[in-house]
């Protein structure tokens, strides 16, 4: 069977897009896991489908490379904000259903915008911060992040205690000024360092204003892949109107065996 696949790309994050309207895409964690393969299949840090939804202009389905449908993804979900509104799918401001709800999404020229959902609950362990920005998310303050050893520091956090086999994503930051980082981050489900992480570029920025490292609600976020942007409203650590913006584009589309 022919499979037509469309290939994106947020800030490095990659993903393969399919337009499941018609909802015949065979779900399998073999079928995805071998898409997603860098050497066997497209190779992505992840897979998105794009289907009808009653309530909104369509819903997203997102899974990690590793095969296994997870939690939100922020890259994801300004990729599939681009390919709705390349495939007519949505005009310029839309609004999506995910695993975390309904999300608004915007078309500002090169950058699109996502709003996240509300963050009501950020735990600080001092050494750490750890909070749900749609997914979870282990943020660390750093000095040098370009020195970290991301895959193994990660990885151990990642599978360690208190997270163990639910895991965490898990997130190294660098306070560059009162409004930007730069932002390492080792992927859940990808089990590797992405070249960003769109929930949790969200995370590291809730949590330098929960620790008073910046002083803004628009903040600038540097990750390996590309320069993100997050802003928010605030009062007693309840962050509403959140977003995430940035560039996300489509590299190639094709078909492939399955
Ligand atoms: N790997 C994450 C989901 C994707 C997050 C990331 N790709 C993003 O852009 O938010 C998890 O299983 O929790």
């Known amino acids: 069977m022919k499979l037509k696949f469309y290939k994106y790309q947020g800030a490095g994050n990659d993903f393969v897009m399919i337009d499941d309207r018609e909802k015949k895409f065979p779900i399998s964690t073999e079928l995805i896991n071998r898409l997603c393969d860098r050497n066997f ?38 990729c599939i904000i681009r390919f709705a509104h390349d495939l007519d799918v949505a005009n310029d401001k839309m609004t999506f259903n995910a695993i975390d709800g309904l999300h608004h ?27 749900n920005t749609g997914s979870p998310h282990h943020v660390e303050f750093v000095e040098n992040v370009k ?4 895959y193994k520091k990660g990885k151990e ?69 590309g320069d993100l942007s997050v802003n928010f409203e605030e009062n007693n650590h309840n962050f509403v109107n959140v977003w995430l913006n940035g560039p996300a584009v489509k590299v190639f589309e094709g078909e492939i065996e399955i």
């Open 41 to 78: 299949g497209i190779g992505a840090d992840g897979l998105i489908l794009l289907q009808n939804d009653e309530n909104s202009d369509f819903r997203m389905v997102y899974f990690n490379s590793d095969g296994n449908e997870s939690t939100m993804c922020g890259n994801g979900g300004r």
């Open 157 to 225: 956090i990642r599978n360690g205690a208190p997270y163990f086999e639910k895991g965490s994503n898990v997130n190294f930051v660098e306070v560059m000024s009162d409004n930007s980082l730069t932002i390492r981050t080792y992927e859940r489900g990808v089990e590797d360092e992405t070249l960003a992480c769109g929930t949790g570029i969200t995370a590291a920025a809730i949590s330098a204003y929960v620790k008073n490292l910046v002083d803004k609600k628009d903040i600038k976020v540097k990750a390996m892949g």
């Open 147 to 150: 020195d970290i050893n991301v």
């Open 105 to 131: 999404g915007v078309v500002d020229q090169e950058i699109i915008r996502l709003q996240m959902i509300d963050v009501n609950e950020v735990e600080d362990h001092d050494k750490y911060l750890f909070m």
